[in-house]
């Protein structure tokens, strides 16, 4: 795959107690500086599904479109490193591209 290639990322996260127990000032700092990110990575959101109170194991599941390998690579680097986001939330991320459904079955 070319590192210009425009790729899916499934996330899946729950929120841990560390961050439910951040002020809401802090909550809102945290998530500006989140999207701040996001948008100048160039993400672009497709779907976002809030499963608080109907799934026990996430909360939210999302799917986002990125413009490269080396946007989702930065986007990485900043979760881990700017916004220790293993501290706040439990989460997977599954990588991939965008395929036709226009065809299947048919």
Same mark, same amino acid.
């Given at each position: 795959?070319? &590192? =210009?290639?425009?790729?899916?990322?499934?996330?899946?996260?729950?929120?841990?107690? #560390?961050?439910?127990?951040?002020? /809401? *000032?802090?909550?809102?700092?945290?998530?500006?500086?989140?999207?701040?990110?996001?948008?100048?990575?160039?993400?672009?959101?497709?779907?976002?599904?809030?499963?608080?109170?109907? &799934? =026990?194991?996430?909360?939210?599941?999302?799917?986002?479109?990125?413009?490269?390998? #080396?946007?989702?690579?930065?986007? /990485? *680097?900043?979760?881990?490193?700017?916004?220790?986001?293993?501290?706040?939330?439990?989460?997977?991320?599954?990588?991939?591209?965008?395929?036709?459904?226009?065809?299947?079955?048919?």
């Amino acid at each position: 795959m070319k &590192d =210009d290639t425009p790729i899916v990322r499934l996330f899946l996260t729950k929120m841990k107690p #560390e961050f439910l127990k951040l002020s /809401e *000032k802090e909550r809102l700092e945290f998530m500006a500086k989140d999207r701040a990110n996001l948008d100048a990575l160039g993400m672009k959101a497709i779907s976002m599904i809030d499963c608080t109170g109907r &799934d =026990d194991q996430w909360d939210f599941i999302g799917v986002e479109s990125w413009p490269s390998m #080396e946007a989702i690579s930065k986007r /990485e *680097k900043f979760e881990n490193e700017v916004l220790e986001i293993s501290k706040f939330v439990d989460y997977e991320t599954h990588l991939g591209v965008a395929q036709s459904f226009e065809n299947y079955g048919k």
